[in-house]
């Protein structure tokens, strides 16, 4: 079992910035890929942005290529979305991901194992 937990989330204006964290317990994220999520108020969860196991791949949604940032550090056992240029069509709850064993960065809710509880992101304008 893999208990992830996301902070970081908050209230901003458009063109700020939030870093989001996915801190994981229970077991090594390693051998999982990951991924972040977010679903706003009357939509589906959709896919944002994914990292292989080693960091070495990243993949995003094109409505944030370029002002988001997925990383993770596996020694703390934690991944990172950093947000930067925030717009309001960014406002929805930030669920963080994980599959075990994948090579694949997977785009779809389905595939992942593990989900954390969200963490709301509010974009004013």
């Known amino acids: 079992q893999v208990q992830l937990v996301e902070s970081g989330g908050g209230l901003v204006q458009a063109g700020d910035s939030l870093r989001l964290s996915c801190a994981a317990s229970?077991?090594?994220?390693?051998?999982?890929?990951m991924g972040w999520f977010r679903q706003a108020p009357g939509k589906e969860r959709e896919f944002v942005a994914g990292i292989s196991t080693s960091g070495g791949r990243t993949q995003y949604a094109d409505s944030v290529k370029g002002r988001f940032t997925i990383s993770r550090d596996n020694a703390k056992n934690t991944v990172y979305l950093q947000m930067n240029s925030l717009k309001p069509e960014d406002t929805a709850v930030y669920f963080c991901?994980?599959?075990?064993?994948?090579?694949?960065?997977?785009?779809?809710?389905?595939?992942?194992?593990?989900w954390g509880q969200g963490t709301q992101v509010t974009v004013s304008s």
């Open positions: 991901a994980a599959d075990y064993g994948s090579v694949i960065i997977g785009t779809t809710t389905a595939v992942y194992d593990y």
């Open positions: 229970g077991r090594s994220i390693s051998r999982y890929s």
